[in-house]
């Protein structure tokens, strides 16, 4: 929370608390009142409300004569409205010398090992737990990290919390391979370097440029809060520590891979041995790279676009949804931006002829889960053209036009493979199977053509084509022919597939998901400033074509 600019900062902070406990056993009723008081004493202090949360009391388990106690737990969860968006800072370090990372203690406590994950990895609980002496010193320091953000001091920011300092300085290393770190935590007053490294007192991380050094120390400063300059970034790979005198080198991707490693068993029950091992090989070497579009500047100007457009275009387009579809608002949004005047058509509109379709040149099969996927990956909404005249009638007319053009994203793309939308001319249709990892796969892929980035969720999204590549117009590809880069096994690599015309596309990928920079995983480094992303060229193109043809 404290990386994103809050209205009103800590006070415009809420918090839900889930309570999970095993009540009605001895002595756990007590303990739970005094973990109440203690969360609402510390939330009152903040200044901050918990007007929501969730109860589960009943945390206890037998097995025959046995009982077996959960452990009780409270998870605290916030929400905050952020102020810009564009501000918000992430946790990956940026391969800039000319930085330098600072520590901010949060705790105003004693380095401690109680409760940690060091002490659980020794079959441990410990005597001393750290905590936060002054709530005052808390406000304050989170205030001031705030300030940070909204001046723009910080490149990047990371909480110390489960696994201690170490663990947050590997993870800020851990998403770019050109990372490495030279730390030096001689400025603490600790001696014990496995509390410096371990311990999870609450405090933070941040990146700062060299040129903001004078600035950060005087804010920090004034507030009275801890802190100290931890070193820069360093060697690719490797993560360099120093305490008086003695030293020790970390080796960033065999760590990583440990790391990984948990995620990897545990992926072995879902993907099977097979694809989980795939994954687990690979995942480090799909490396997120772009080549945008010649020309591209990020600018709405540049584009004749304008954010704030009221007046209709003329240029009309739907977005056409069934129930259980849940991306019709961010794909009406693109369109609109990118200059259509956009109509919202639910499949009743078709069903009961309110729709015909006839006065729009584009429609949009938004993606979602239609009728929840329960007869498989838009079946049920394909059954809602097939077998209802008036929307079959008007769906079959839009397409003997020569003048309009179709887009299905994601179910939409597996609805226009079910209906034949495509490629009518074939014998053997396209079809969508389920991933070859036979789980619903979400991530952030890259793209082959102009090089980009964008989000896929699903879990029927290989393409099956049983003709040679030659016979398709595959517009779209995976970068990397490899799981997960190639997050379902789709023949060729294919994203996508459009009609030989090109005046029809069904692709998998999210592309109105991806309009903007704030939404994409990780942007194009010194593009900060781009108003959208190239994704929106694929609208303005439609509307471009469907101008041309009046």
């Given amino acids: 929370m404290v990386w994103a600019p809050i209205e009103k900062g800590l006070k415009g902070v809420s918090l839900s608390a889930n309570w999970m406990w095993p009540c009605r056993n001895a002595g756990e009723d007590a303990r739970l009142y005094q973990a109440v008081q203690a969360a609402s004493d510390f939330a009152i202090e903040l200044g901050v409300n918990i007007p929501t949360g969730k109860d589960s009391l009943s945390m206890t388990q037998k097995y025959g004569d046995k009982k077996v106690y959960a452990p009780g737990t409270v998870i605290i969860s916030t929400v905050g409205e952020v102020k810009n968006i564009r501000q918000i800072v992430t946790p990956v370090l940026h391969a800039d010398q000319a930085t330098e990372l600072v520590y901010i203690d949060f705790s105003f406590d004693k380095l401690k090992l109680g409760g940690s994950s060091f002490a659980q990895i020794l079959n441990k609980v410990g005597k001393e737990v750290p905590d936060v002496k002054d709530a005052d010193y808390f406000v304050e320091a989170f205030t001031t990290v705030q300030k940070m953000v909204e001046e723009g001091l910080i490149l990047a920011g990371h909480d110390i919390s489960a696994g201690g300092m170490v663990t947050a300085l590997l ?36 990146q700062i440029p060299d040129s ?21 970034p360093g060697k690719a790979g490797v993560l360099n520590m120093k305490k008086d005198g003695a030293s020790w080198s970390l080796d960033i991707a065999s760590l990583r891979d440990l790391w990984f490693k948990t995620s990897y068993l545990l992926d072995r029950r879902q993907s099977g041995a097979e694809k989980a091992l795939e994954r687990y090989k690979t995942y480090k070497h799909n490396e997120l790279k772009y080549v945008f579009p010649k ?37 009406a949004w693109a369109l609109h931006l990118a200059g259509f005047d956009v109509k919202d058509v639910h499949m009743t509109d078709l069903i009961s002829g309110r729709e015909t379709l ?32 008036k929307a079959r009638l008007a769906l079959e007319n839009f397409y003997k036009r020569k003048d309009t053009l179709s887009l299905g994203i994601c179910n939409g793309c597996q609805l226009m493979v079910a209906l034949g939308l495509i490629y009518p001319e074939h014998q053997d249709m396209p079809e969508m199977l389920h991933n070859d990892s036979h789980k619903l796969e979400s991530n952030f892929v890259n793209l082959a053509g102009s090089r980009l980035g964008v989000w896929i969720t699903h879990g029927e999204g290989k393409f099956k084509l049983p003709y040679a590549e030659s016979e398709y117009a595959i517009p779209i590809k995976f970068s990397y022919d490899r799981y997960p880069a190639n997050p379902n096994g789709s023949a060729f690599a294919a994203a996508a597939i459009c009609s030989k015309d090109g005046r029809h596309l069904a692709m998998m990928p999210h592309l109105e998901r991806s309009t903007f920079p704030w939404n994409w995983a990780y942007y194009e480094e010194g593009r900060e400033n781009d108003e959208v992303s190239p994704w929106i ?14």
């Fill in 537 to 550: 060229e694929a609208f303005v193109n439609a509307r471009k074509w469907v101008e041309a043809q009046k």
């Fill in 295 to 331: 020309g591209f500047t990020g600018k709405l100007a540049d584009l004749g676009l304008s954010m704030n457009r009221t007046a209709p275009s003329g240029v009309k387009a739907a977005i056409i949804r069934e129930k259980g579809c849940q991306c019709e608002r961010e794909t």
């Fill in 212 to 232: 903001a050094a004078k600035r950060v120390s005087a804010l920090l400063d004034k507030a009275g809060v801890a802190y100290g300059f931890l070193g820069k």
């Fill in 358 to 389: 006839e006065d729009v040149n584009m429609i949009v099969f938004v993606g979602g889960f239609s009728n929840s996927d329960v007869l498989g990956s838009a079946k049920g909404w394909a059954g809602a053209f097939k077998y209802n005249e």
């Fill in 171 to 206: 993870e800020m290393c851990f998403a770019d391979n050109r990372l490495g770190l030279e730390v030096d935590f001689s400025f603490l007053a600790e001696k014990d370097i496995v509390k410096i490294l371990f311990a999870e007192n609450p405090g933070v991380l941040v």
